[in-house]
């Protein structure tokens, strides 16, 4: 099938990741997806949480927030409510600290919380895909930089992570799905996984048709080609 931007189904948006786009972050990116970009900073700040202190546990705590930017969609995206963000907003910064936290040691950080902010500057599709791989591309150069100044002997990061968009639309399963396609998708599913090679989460949802186990497995091998992808550029900028 033709795609909106004429892309192979097999084929990624361009993903870079721009370094120093907050000066006061311990350090930041802009995380590029073709139209896609999201701020992803990273800010250490002393103490943790206080369920921490009361229930003994050593280490630290590495936590995310999303948002979106009020010009980042087509219409004017209004600010979350200031008692909370929303369900989506909520569920997706849930997605980005639980996947970062299963590639850190939390004990090698010391008494420290690790805020990673993920702010969407522009939407067309993938927002917490770019968020996840901006956020594990920051943090890895926030823990170099800590390395360097002697606040840590050695990276509490074992491996990098990255999420990609997959699904199916008129019946063909397309790898990095931008919004248009997103939005009319028969089955959309993000796929997070680390380095090694092994799933951190797996997320697919069926609209108004179901789909095969085939087609699952046709699913995780076009993520599989486009994170590893993903990787490559992640590994450049971080060396």
Same mark, same amino acid.
């Given at each position: 099938?033709?795609?909106?931007?004429?892309?192979?189904?097999?084929?990624? &948006?361009?993903?870079?990741?721009?370094?120093?786009?907050?000066?006061?972050?311990?350090?930041?990116?802009?995380?590029?997806?073709?139209?896609?970009?999201? !701020?992803?900073?990273?800010?250490?700040?002393?103490?943790?949480?206080?369920?921490?202190?009361?229930?003994?546990?050593?280490?630290?705590?590495?936590?995310?927030?999303?948002?979106?930017?009020?010009?980042?969609?087509?219409? &004017?995206?209004?600010? $979350?409510?200031?008692?909370?963000?929303?369900?989506?907003?909520?569920?997706?910064?849930? #997605?980005?600290?639980?996947?970062? &936290?299963?590639?850190?040691?939390? =004990?090698?950080?010391?008494?420290?919380?690790?805020?990673?902010?993920?702010?969407? #500057?522009?939407?067309?599709?993938?927002?917490?895909?770019?968020?996840?791989?901006?956020?594990?591309?920051?943090?890895?150069?926030?823990?170099? =930089?800590?390395?360097?100044?002697? $606040?840590?002997?050695?990276?509490?990061?074992?491996?990098?992570?990255?999420?990609?968009? +997959?699904?199916?639309?008129?019946?063909?399963?397309?790898?990095?799905?931008?919004?248009?396609?997103?939005?009319?998708?028969?089955?959309?599913?993000? +796929?997070?996984?680390?380095?090694?090679?092994?799933?951190?989460?797996?997320?697919?949802?069926?609209?108004?048709?179901?789909?095969? &186990?085939? $087609?699952?497995?046709?699913?995780?091998?076009?993520? $599989?080609?486009? !994170?590893?992808?993903?990787?490559?550029?992640? =590994?450049? !900028?971080?060396?």
């Amino acid at each position: 099938m033709a795609r909106s931007d004429g892309r192979k189904n097999n084929e990624l &948006r361009k993903v870079e990741f721009q370094e120093g786009i907050c000066k006061n972050a311990t350090a930041s990116v802009l995380s590029v997806c073709g139209d896609t970009e999201v !701020i992803c900073s990273v800010c250490v700040v002393p103490g943790v949480p206080g369920w921490m202190k009361a229930q003994g546990v050593e280490g630290g705590w590495l936590t995310s927030e999303y948002s979106m930017l009020p010009g980042s969609t087509h219409s &004017r995206n209004r600010r $979350e409510n200031k008692s909370g963000p929303g369900g989506r907003s909520s569920e997706i910064q849930r #997605l980005i600290g639980r996947s970062i &936290r299963s590639v850190v040691d939390l =004990k090698k950080i010391g008494a420290n919380t690790i805020y990673i902010d993920c702010d969407v #500057l522009n939407a067309d599709g993938g927002t917490r895909c770019a968020s996840i791989n901006g956020a594990s591309t920051a943090l890895q150069l926030a823990f170099a =930089k800590m390395i360097e100044t002697g $606040e840590l002997s050695e990276s509490p990061m074992s491996q990098s992570v990255a999420a990609i968009s +997959v699904g199916v639309h008129e019946e063909v399963p397309l790898l990095d799905l931008c919004y248009v396609e997103d939005s009319a998708a028969e089955v959309d599913m993000n +796929v997070i996984m680390s380095s090694d090679g092994t799933l951190v989460e797996v997320q697919g949802t069926a609209e108004g048709k179901t789909f095969s &186990r085939a $087609e699952l497995n046709e699913m995780l091998d076009l993520a $599989e080609h486009g !994170i590893n992808q993903i990787f490559a550029v992640q =590994k450049q !900028i971080i060396n």
